[in-house]
């Protein structure tokens, strides 16, 4: 009889779990953080919230190795097998948008109208993508290394300028305490390239492509501006103040915690791993080239794919994995800056007086988005080898120049990316 | 007209089936495929529909002229010389952008120049990477062709004696190839390394402190040659085998024979070896040809093409045009040529090997 009564109980267990299921529809969703477990912990964390905040949708989450996302995206949306909610690095959106992979957010926008800029993806007006976070970068340094070589501390208010940078930048080669004076992180090939060192360029006043059309580069990226920036660039390494793009990657890890380099141009990803070493570490502001201080803004986004029959449900999820307690959590697990003020009160290393704090100020002032083009895929791929064929010793002139007409062939060959007056 | 291949051979056909099929599926098919997109503007993502653009593709890749520069002259006439007394040259920017004068050099990139006189040849392209790309390929068949089929025969040679533990020897030879590419590129990358890398610190070492360090991956002059002597002794191991098969086909008699005879060390290999390794030969060559005109795994993963395209290669340009810049058009284009230059020299080498 008791035996009975538990079979019964768990039949009407399991037909009540059936049902409930089958009430919640499915969402599914493609991240790009595998082999993360922080940062897995943090998304199972939300995408659980979630789940149990209402009864109408399951989010269900598969993870990705970042190296193979965009590929996996790509061939899915080729194959018509897109999730409903997919994530996007965000200089890459307008691409993924422009081709059709996405459609717009169903989120009221009051809800982020306090966020920093980077993390708001814009195309066409539209708001297509959202991050629960933002990265920044600064030039890492220690106290006792500005002080040993006598050096101005500079701040947001009066950053250093290209004089103030290119003498700092001699001083520590001068002291010969150093393998290098400045480490610029070329062991990272990619999208460190454009988005690390697009901002000098845009600080000496020339571009990737001309922001008003977005349909030529010329004249921005083999402009006068972008001439000085790529003797200075050039000269960088042909003086012996940076190591080149042989760079090897274990030195761009741990090279600044072993004493080889002055001064070191890194995320704020990094920052903790080198605070630990370091008690006087400083994170300075990008240097004023003549046109402001300028980093790079925007990391990785939510969005939701043109494929979802339930953006409703879709941006729901999005809208949810907004509110702060979360946006806080991200940031705690990896480090990342928050995207809201009341957000950052909430982590460790990024309220007043947090560790961190100063690479949110940095984004606040100095962030400047990637160009947002869906032409920007190529444009970042062409900037690079620039970059790198510069710092070998090419001729800056014919290297601007091959850059800036592979970019507005390739703008041609896309019938002007759709971008319109 | 019936042939054997057509008459009651239908399990013939039917063990070939899974073959042909799988073939035809993954190599012929996609070749035309590739033909055709060559001949679009297809894009890997895009709203916006194919068009055909003819033979704009090839053109773009393969438009090459010679610019003549003559030496910028003062008011006098007399050319203007810089402090090591070469003269000095007009950019060539200055004919190949905005120049309304010259539009056949329009858009177009120097590739390299000579002097002849106190003029200048140079060598502009449209597409200037391409043509650095397919040299470099060119370059890297020519040497690792030769020296990797060299190379594994010696070791053939040297592993074809009944000794106590030979197969110690076999199995460190074959090792390289067992090993994924991606992997032993990484591992070279750190031998090659400009800080700390084994190579430099060994012939620091064997030198007492002379030989200065280098970046060997990071100096034009070195990286491809880096990479060659990196594939080479990667891939050295596999024609070994198949040396080695070859060897133990001779018939031991000859060789009772040429000792009877009394034959030289030299004289065996020449008159006995050698003729007996014939289509061994044949083949080994046309596999490493092929193979190294597919290079793609080491540049990808220890130079990206650097420094300055002194290691581009026509397959990574391939991929990094078709999936990099999103220009299935391009990517497939170069495939095309690849292909026909590979089939123009599989076709020499078999007329120049062939049986007399």
């Given at each position: 009889?008791?035996?009975?009564?538990?079979?019964?109980?768990?039949?009407?267990?399991?037909?009540?779990?059936?049902?409930?299921?089958a009430a919640q529809t499915e969402l599914s969703m493609?991240?790009?953080?595998?082999?993360?477990?922080?940062?897995?912990?943090?998304?199972?964390?939300?995408?659980?919230?979630?789940?149990?905040?209402?009864?109408?949708?399951?989010?269900?989450?598969?993870?990705?190795?970042?190296?193979?996302?965009?590929?996996?995206?790509?061939?899915?949306?080729l194959a018509g097998n897109l999730p409903d909610i997919?994530?996007?690095?965000?200089?890459?959106?307008?691409?993924?948008?422009?081709?059709?992979?996405?459609?717009?957010?169903?989120?009221?926008?009051?809800?982020?109208?306090?966020?920093?800029?980077?993390?708001?993806?814009?195309?066409?007006?539209?708001?297509?993508?959202?991050?629960?976070?933002?990265?920044?970068?600064?030039?890492?340094?220690?106290?006792?290394i500005l002080d040993d070589l006598g050096l101005r501390?500079?701040?947001?208010?009066?950053?250093?300028?290209?004089?103030?940078?290119?003498?700092?930048?001699?001083?520590?080669?001068?002291?010969?305490?150093?393998?290098?004076?400045?480490?610029?992180?070329?062991?990272?090939?990619?999208?460190?390239?454009?988005?690390?060192?697009?901002?000098?360029?845009?600080?000496?006043?020339?571009?990737?492509?001309?922001?008003?059309?977005?349909?030529?580069?010329?004249?921005?990226?083999?402009?006068?501006?972008?001439?000085?920036?790529?003797?200075?660039?050039?000269?960088?390494?042909?003086?012996?103040?940076?190591?080149?793009?042989?760079?090897?990657?274990?030195?761009?890890?741990?090279?600044?915690?072993?004493?080889?380099?002055?001064?070191?141009?890194?995320?704020?990803?990094?920052?903790?791993?080198?605070?630990?070493?370091?008690?006087?570490?400083?994170?300075?502001?990008?240097?004023?080239?003549?046109?402001?201080?300028?980093?790079?803004?925007?990391?990785?986004?939510?969005?939701?794919?043109?494929?979802?029959?339930?953006?409703?449900?879709?941006?729901?999820?999005?809208?949810?994995?907004?509110?702060?307690?979360?946006?806080?959590?991200?940031?705690?697990?990896?480090?990342?800056?928050?995207?809201?003020?009341?957000?950052?009160?909430?982590?460790?290393?990024?309220?007043?007086?947090?560790?961190?704090?100063?690479?949110?100020?940095?984004?606040?002032?100095?962030?400047?988005?990637?160009?947002?083009?869906?032409?920007?895929?190529?444009?970042?791929?062409?900037?690079?080898?620039?970059?790198?064929?510069?710092?070998?010793?090419?001729?800056?002139?014919?290297?601007?120049?091959?850059?800036?007409?592979?970019?507005?062939?390739?703008?041609?060959?896309?019938?002007?990316?759709?971008?319109?007056? | 007209?019936?042939?054997?291949?057509?008459?009651?051979?239908?399990?013939?056909?039917?063990?070939?089936?899974?073959?042909?099929?799988?073939?035809?599926?993954?190599?012929?098919?996609?070749?035309?495929?590739?033909?055709?997109?060559?001949?679009?503007?297809?894009?890997?993502?895009?709203?916006?529909?194919?068009?055909?653009?003819?033979?704009?593709?090839?053109?773009?890749?393969?438009?090459?002229?010679?610019?003549?520069?003559?030496?910028?002259?003062?008011?006098?006439?007399?050319?203007?010389?810089?402090?090591?007394?070469?003269?000095?040259?007009?950019?060539?920017?200055?004919?190949?952008?905005?120049?309304?004068?010259?539009?056949?050099?329009?858009?177009?990139?120097?590739?390299?120049?000579?002097?002849?006189?106190?003029?200048?040849?140079?060598?502009?392209?449209?597409?200037?990477?391409?043509?650095?790309?397919?040299?470099?390929?060119?370059?890297?068949?020519?040497?690792?062709?030769?020296?990797?089929?060299?190379?594994?025969?010696?070791?053939?040679?040297?592993?074809?004696?009944?000794?106590?533990?030979?197969?110690?020897?076999?199995?460190?030879?074959?090792?390289?190839?067992?090993?994924?590419?991606?992997?032993?590129?990484?591992?070279?990358?750190?031998?090659?390394?400009?800080?700390?890398?084994?190579?430099?610190?060994?012939?620091?070492?064997?030198?007492?402190?002379?030989?200065?360090?280098?970046?060997?991956?990071?100096?034009?002059?070195?990286?491809?040659?880096?990479?060659?002597?990196?594939?080479?002794?990667?891939?050295?191991?596999?024609?070994?085998?198949?040396?080695?098969?070859?060897?133990?086909?001779?018939?031991?008699?000859?060789?009772?024979?040429?000792?009877?005879?009394?034959?030289?060390?030299?004289?065996?290999?020449?008159?006995?070896?050698?003729?007996?390794?014939?289509?061994?030969?044949?083949?080994?060559?046309?596999?490493?040809?092929?193979?190294?005109?597919?290079?793609?795994?080491?540049?990808?993963?220890?130079?990206?093409?650097?420094?300055?395209?002194?290691?581009?290669?026509?397959?990574?340009?391939?991929?990094?045009?078709?999936?990099?810049?999103?220009?299935?058009?391009?990517?497939?284009?170069?495939?095309?040529?690849?292909?026909?230059?590979?089939?123009?020299?599989?076709?020499?080498?078999?007329?120049?090997?062939?049986?007399?």
């Amino acid at each position: 009889m008791k035996m009975r009564t538990t079979l019964g109980a768990a039949l009407l267990a399991t037909t009540g779990w059936a049902t409930m299921a089958a009430a919640q529809t499915e969402l599914s969703m493609w991240y790009h953080g595998a082999g993360n477990p922080q940062e897995a912990e943090v998304l199972n964390h939300i995408v659980a919230d979630f789940n149990a905040s209402q009864s109408d949708w399951n989010v269900v989450v598969e993870s990705f190795p970042q190296e193979s996302y965009n590929d996996s995206v790509v061939a899915a949306a080729l194959a018509g097998n897109l999730p409903d909610i997919i994530d996007v690095d965000g200089p890459v959106m307008p691409n993924w948008a422009w081709s059709g992979y996405l459609q717009p957010l169903q989120i009221d926008e009051s809800t982020i109208e306090n966020f920093l800029p980077g993390p708001k993806g814009y195309w066409d007006g539209e708001l297509y993508s959202i991050g629960l976070w933002d990265a920044a970068v600064a030039l890492v340094t220690r106290q006792s290394i500005l002080d040993d070589l006598g050096l101005r501390t500079p701040t947001l208010e009066e950053p250093w300028t290209l004089e103030e940078f290119n003498a700092a930048l001699d001083a520590a080669k001068e002291s010969g305490n150093f393998e290098y004076a400045l480490d610029l992180g070329m062991a990272w090939t990619g999208e460190w390239y454009p988005y690390s060192f697009s901002p000098f360029l845009q600080s000496f006043g020339g571009d990737l492509v001309d922001r008003d059309t977005y349909q030529t580069a010329e004249g921005v990226l083999n402009g006068e501006e972008a001439m000085a920036f790529g003797d200075w660039w050039q000269g960088l390494f042909a003086n012996d103040l940076a190591p080149g793009t042989s760079q090897d990657p274990a030195a761009r890890e741990t090279g600044f915690q072993d004493g080889k380099y002055a001064f070191s141009w890194n995320g704020n990803w990094a920052a903790m791993n080198i605070m630990n070493t370091f008690e006087d570490t400083v994170f300075l502001p990008a240097p004023d080239f003549g046109n402001g201080p300028k980093i790079g803004a925007a990391s990785w986004q939510f969005g939701v794919s043109s494929a979802s029959e339930h953006p409703d449900g879709a941006s729901a999820f999005i809208e949810f994995a907004l509110q702060d307690e979360y946006l806080a959590a991200f940031s705690n697990a990896i480090g990342l800056i928050p995207p809201t003020t009341s957000s950052a009160q909430m982590t460790e290393n990024y309220q007043d007086g947090g560790p961190m704090a100063v690479f949110y100020d940095l984004t606040e002032a100095q962030a400047m988005v990637r160009p947002v083009t869906p032409g920007y895929v190529v444009q970042a791929k062409v900037f690079e080898k620039a970059l790198a064929d510069i710092a070998n010793g090419a001729d800056v002139a014919d290297t601007l120049d091959a850059a800036v007409d592979e970019i507005n062939a390739d703008i041609e060959r896309n019938a002007g990316y759709g971008h319109t007056e | 007209m019936a042939s054997k291949l057509t008459t009651s051979n239908r399990a013939g056909w039917g063990f070939a089936l899974p073959g042909f099929g799988l073939i035809a599926l993954f190599i012929v098919i996609p070749f035309f495929f590739a033909f055709y997109l060559s001949l679009t503007n297809q894009r890997l993502i895009s709203p916006n529909p194919t068009e055909f653009v003819g033979l704009s593709n090839y053109e773009n890749l393969l438009s090459i002229g010679v610019l003549t520069l003559e030496p910028e002259r003062d008011d006098a006439g007399t050319i203007i010389r810089d402090d090591d007394g070469l003269p000095e040259y007009p950019r060539v920017r200055s004919f190949t952008r905005n120049n309304p004068d010259f539009p056949q050099y329009a858009g177009m990139q120097e590739w390299f120049r000579w002097q002849s006189g106190d003029t200048a040849k140079v060598v502009v392209a449209t597409d200037v990477v391409f043509w650095k790309s397919l040299w470099n390929t060119v370059k890297f068949v020519l040497v690792v062709a030769p020296v990797q089929a060299g190379l594994a025969l010696c070791l053939a040679l040297l592993i074809n004696q009944r000794l106590r533990g030979i197969n110690v020897y076999r199995a460190i030879y074959f090792m390289p190839v067992v090993v994924s590419i991606v992997v032993v590129s990484l591992l070279w990358r750190f031998l090659y390394s400009p800080d700390s890398g084994l190579l430099n610190n060994m012939l620091q070492g064997l030198t007492f402190g002379i030989f200065e360090p280098r970046d060997w991956l990071g100096n034009p002059d070195t990286a491809l040659g880096s990479i060659m002597a990196m594939s080479i002794w990667q891939a050295v191991g596999f024609h070994m085998v198949i040396w080695l098969a070859g060897l133990q086909t001779i018939s031991p008699m000859l060789y009772e024979a040429a000792s009877i005879e009394g034959a030289s060390k030299w004289q065996t290999f020449r008159y006995v070896t050698w003729p007996g390794l014939r289509n061994t030969a044949v083949l080994v060559l046309i596999v490493i040809t092929m193979q190294a005109f597919a290079l793609f795994a080491q540049i990808d993963v220890m130079t990206n093409g650097g420094p300055l395209d002194s290691t581009t290669t026509l397959v990574f340009q391939t991929v990094e045009r078709g999936y990099g810049k999103q220009d299935i058009s391009g990517g497939a284009t170069i495939s095309v040529i690849l292909f026909l230059l590979v089939l123009t020299i599989s076709l020499i080498q078999r007329f120049l090997t062939r049986e007399r």
